[in-house]
């Protein structure tokens, strides 16, 4: 799997650049699937930005097509429905909200366990849809109530702090403090940041600020 970890999303002509190289083909001739799911897991999320998600941010970019993956769903539904939509797409569109409880929806639901089999899938992460793949978010991300600690899927071997300076409580000064709990490597990045994982090597596609503990 091709992962590009973003802050808040295909922000700049870098990232958007980083995507389709990641695709290898043109935007417009990729099928695509957005995962809401995350939102369900965190108290500033609900319907409505559920469905700001889904009607804009990355499943606007322009896709061939794009498809809603909910993952609390399918555990009901059985794998020899779902697993084919999801082979059939390019990329899967990960949105925010609360990093456990997706990690928790993509053990439940299997499709932790189909991403080995998927290593041309784009993997392309918002907020908690990047948070999720390392191995912990850190106390201070962890909204959902039902979360038994921090550890999201550990898939890469860093942590992200995102939103780097979006709010008042995300900066640097928060983001070094949070890095010392982490006790790992780890960046934090801002919303014209994103890290891009291929095979194991990491790069950094930047028009903003980030820095790497």
């Known amino acids: 799997m091709k992962l590009l970890l973003t802050s808040g999303g295909v922000t700049n002509s870098s990232i958007r650049s980083a995507l389709v190289e990641l695709l290898g083909k043109p935007i417009e001739e990729c099928h695509a699937l957005c995962i809401p799911t995350a939102q369900w897991g965190h108290p500033m999320c609900n319907p409505?930005?559920?469905?700001?998600?889904?009607?804009g941010g990355l499943p606007g970019l322009g896709w061939a097509s794009?498809?809603?993956?909910?993952?609390t769903a399918l555990p009901s539904i059985g794998s020899d429905?779902?697993?084919?939509?999801?082979?059939?797409?390019d990329v899967l569109l990960v949105d925010g909200g609360d990093a456990t409880y997706l990690a928790h929806w993509m053990r439940e639901s299997g499709l932790f366990d189909l991403l080995p089999s998927l290593p041309e899938m784009v993997w392309v992460g918002v907020s908690a849809g990047s948070m999720v793949m390392t191995p912990r978010i850190g106390a201070y991300f962890v909204e959902w109530p039902s979360a038994p600690d921090d550890r999201a899927?550990?898939?890469v071997d860093f942590s992200i702090f995102p939103h780097l300076n979006l709010f008042p409580t995300n900066t640097p000064a928060d983001a070094e403090?949070?890095?010392a709990d982490i006790e790992g490597p780890a960046y934090a990045i801002?919303?014209?940041?994103?890290?891009q994982v291929v095979d194991g090597r990491v790069e950094v596609v930047s028009e903003g600020e980030w820095t790497r503990f």
């Open 66 to 71: 794009v498809g809603v993956l909910e993952l």
């Open 190 to 195: 801002d919303e014209q940041t994103a890290i």
């Open 48 to 55: 409505g930005s559920v469905r700001r998600f889904i009607n």
């Open 177 to 179: 403090r949070w890095a």
């Open 81 to 89: 429905r779902w697993v084919d939509w999801v082979r059939q797409a």
């Open 153 to 155: 899927l550990g898939i």
